[in-house]
Nanobody
Framework: VQLQASGGGLVQPGGSLRLSCVAP????????IGWFRQAPGKEREGVAC????????LYADSLKGRFTISRDNAKNTVYLQMNSLKPEDTAVYYC???????????WGEGTQVTVSS
């Protein structure tokens, strides 16, 4: 299933953004929902993932402490709270029903995050 990310925009270094990913059905129907990003000229990479009914969270090591993944089951929505943003966080951010991008066969459009002064 294709998920749609939203909430991107232009933010100054040090600022924050919260991205949203809405699923067409209960997010608990999916084993996991992950966030990914692709910066210009770079390969897509995993950012964070929330897994199972317990909501176990996984993060890219380099992003721990700045990014937080959460979900609102009632709204079928998974969030990515991004704090202390840096220019190198500039990328298109995607969400998908997997923690590993090799398992994703249908990418949504993504949402652009630009960190710049």
């Amino acid at each position: 299933v294709q998920l749609q990310a939203s909430g991107g925009g232009l933010v100054q270094p040090g600022g924050s953004l919260r991205l949203s990913c809405v699923a067409p059905t209960s997010i608990l129907d999916y084993g996991a929902i992950g966030w990914f990003r692709q910066a210009p000229g770079k390969e897509r990479e995993g950012v964070a993932c929330i897994v199972g009914s317990d909501g176990f969270r996984l993060y890219a090591d380099s992003l721990k402490g700045r990014f937080t993944i959460s979900r609102d089951n009632a709204k079928n929505t998974v969030y990515l709270q991004m704090n202390s943003l840096k220019p190198e966080d500039t990328a298109v951010y995607y969400c998908a029903t997997a923690c590993s991008q090799v398992s994703v066969t249908n990418w949504g459009e993504g949402t652009q995050v630009t960190v710049s002064s």
